[in-house]
Antibody, heavy 116, light 112 residues
Framework: EVQLVQSGAEVKKPGESLKISCKGS????????IGWVRQMPGKGLEWMGI????????RYSPSFQGQVTISADKSISTAYLQWSSLKASDTAMYYC?????????WGQGTLVTVSS | DIVMTQTPLSSPVTLGQPASISCRSS???????????LNWLQQRPGQPPRLLIY???NRFSGVPDRFSGSGAGTDFTLKISRVEAEDVGVYYC?????????FGPGTKVDIK
């Protein structure tokens, strides 16, 4: 069974760093892209970027380029999304997705709250 | 970058009646490999999104056949033949033809 399990909810202060994770199982992790999607409170889905764990090829939305870093450790079938300096506007639910032709499997989401 | 739009943004429907959502892309979604990577996702309240349809008209595993997709080029449609209570939620089109991938703004479907 394909599963993407994300790390738990986080509460951070502005300026702090954060790295959240997404662990894949039940399939060949190296052979499918892993994407990240933001959903701000009460809003729609925003595509942030994607990584191919097999060769670490990474693409970003221009809206998120330079704001976050996407990475993956194929030895433990885990992808990451990280921030070096959080802002209050980063408060959102973040989803990882497995993607080949389309985002077919989704993680349960990680809620990130940034508040002073 | 490709921009996705959807109409309507809100759709109150009667149980058992059909519903239809339109999606338009700012550029053709035909990939150089000949495929069109236009997808539809459903997000029920409080849940992660779920893939319904990929490559315009292919239902993902477990998706009821009351959901169907059609279209070509830049214009696409999702149809629900007979709306059920469990269909309440927000529906998004999404293109995965070209980076950066992009979602439409979403269409909220609820019951009248």
């Amino acid at each position: 069974e394909v599963q993407l399990v994300q790390s738990g909810a986080e509460v951070k202060k502005p300026g702090e760093s954060l790295k959240i994770s997404c662990k894949g199982s039940g399939y060949s992790f190296n052979s499918f892209w892993i994407g990240w999607v933001r959903q701000m409170p009460g809003k729609g889905l925003e595509w942030m970027g994607i990584i191919y764990p097999g060769d670490s090829d990474t693409r970003y939305s221009p809206s998120f380029q330079g704001q976050v870093t996407i990475s993956a450790d194929k030895s433990i079938s885990t992808a990451y999304l990280q921030w070096s300096s959080l802002k209050a506007s980063d408060t959102a639910m973040y989803y990882c997705t497995r993607q080949q032709l389309a985002p077919d499997y989704w993680g349960q989401g990680t809620l990130v709250t940034v508040s002073s | 970058d490709i921009v996705m739009t959807q109409t309507p943004l809100s759709s109150p429907v009667t149980l058992g009646q059909p519903a239809s959502i339109s999606c338009r892309s700012s550029q053709s979604l035909v990939h150089s490999d000949g495929n069109t990577y236009l997808n539809w996702l459903q997000q029920r309240p409080g849940q992660p999104p779920r893939l319904l349809i990929y490559k315009i008209s292919n239902r993902f595993s477990g998706v009821p056949d009351r959901f169907s997709g059609s279209g070509a080029g830049t214009d696409f449609t999702l149809k629900i033949s007979r709306v059920e209570a469990e269909d309440v939620g927000v529906y998004y089109c999404m293109q995965t033809t070209q980076f950066p991938h992009a979602f439409g703004p979403g269409t909220k479907v609820d019951i009248k």
